[in-house]
């Protein structure tokens, strides 16, 4: 399965984006998926995630209440919205796959992994 991901750009502090995350090739019956993010020079930090059915999902505390991650199975995908932005959300997002269903935050829980959208947002 190849996860493809897109809808980062340049945005100015206090907009909003929608990152979708496409899944395509050969899929699974049932599976969690997530977005993680990276800065040159940290390590990848866990933004959100959501299981098969969208009933559970997670998120990174410092991100609550202005990102909202949902999925559409029938489209195999999967999308992060983003609102409120600001300079410190500037980072590659990357969507991730885990067949376990288990909505971790940890990037070893994830078995496929996309390759990231660049975010930038000025100030």
């Known amino acids: 399965v190849q996860l493809v991901a897109s809808g980062g750009g340049l945005v100015q502090a206090g907009g909003s984006l929608r990152l979708p995350c496409v899944a395509v090739?050969?899929?699974?019956?049932?599976?969690?998926m997530g977005w993680f993010r990276q800065v040159p020079g940290k390590e990848r930090e866990f933004v959100a995630a959501?299981?098969?059915?969208?009933?559970?999902?997670s998120y990174a505390d410092s991100l609550k209440g202005r990102f909202t991650i949902s999925r559409d199975n029938g489209n195999n995908t999967m999308y992060l919205q983003m609102n409120s932005l600001k300079p410190e959300d500037t980072a590659v997002y990357s969507c991730?796959?885990?067949?376990?269903?288990?909505?971790?935050?940890?990037?070893?829980?994830?078995?496929?992994w996309g390759q990231g959208t660049q975010v930038t947002v000025s100030s």
């Open positions: 991730a796959l885990d067949l376990r269903d288990l909505v971790a935050h940890t990037t070893g829980a994830y078995d496929y």
């Open positions: 090739g050969r899929m699974f019956s049932t599976y969690a």
């Open positions: 959501i299981s098969w059915s969208g009933g559970r999902t």
